[in-house]
């Protein structure tokens, strides 16, 4: 699948227009928010991505990172290929909400802040909860790999998370979806 978008940043210094194809690596990276004042929110700077060709389907996602330009970078990419999305700061933020939401797959931090990713996906299983859950991380460990594998989580994304990898554990999801 092909998307093709046009980024337009609101900052001279991130203008930037550029298709992004299918395999090539856009990675979210501190170089997204390299040069943001202490405590400025990442929207404050990108203006809205423009999708110039979406996919068919659509989904809910959550995103549950405790670091905030991750979230905002996540949010972005996945609104540019046409997905809701709910962004949480902490396990203990999604947890009261996790069956209520109208989501379809959940992006999760393996390390947050309190209760871990993993401690609140076996929660999340423990109440019921069946959708598809793709952990992400920052860390080389991997016996985190491992553990979130033994979970039986949909994907493993490693921090920088690239666009062709985030798109492929999507599929992954909408596969586990259908079934």
Known sequence: MVWAMEYKFASEQWKH???????RHCPITAEHVQGLAPGAELDSLLADAFVLNRPATTYGI??????????A????????????V?????AEEFLPVALDTEVHCLLLDFHLP????????????????????????????????????????????????????????????SVQLIH
């Open 114 to 173: 309190n209760m871990s990713g993993l401690d609140l996906a076996h929660q999340l299983t423990a109440i019921g909860y069946d959708r598809p859950i793709i952990f992400m991380t920052g860390s080389e460990d991997e016996n985190v790999h491992r553990q979130c594998l033994d979970f039986g989580c949909v994907a493993f994304l490693k921090k920088p998370i690239y666009e062709s990898e985030l798109t492929t554990a999507l599929a992954a999801a």
């Open 17 to 23: 227009h550029a298709p992004i194809q299918q395999g």
């Open 62 to 71: 959550a995103v549950v990172d405790d670091h905030a330009a991750i979230r």
């Open 73 to 84: 970078a996540l949010r972005r990419l996945l609104l540019a290929h046409g997905h809701r």
């Open 86 to 90: 709910e962004p949480f700061c902490t």
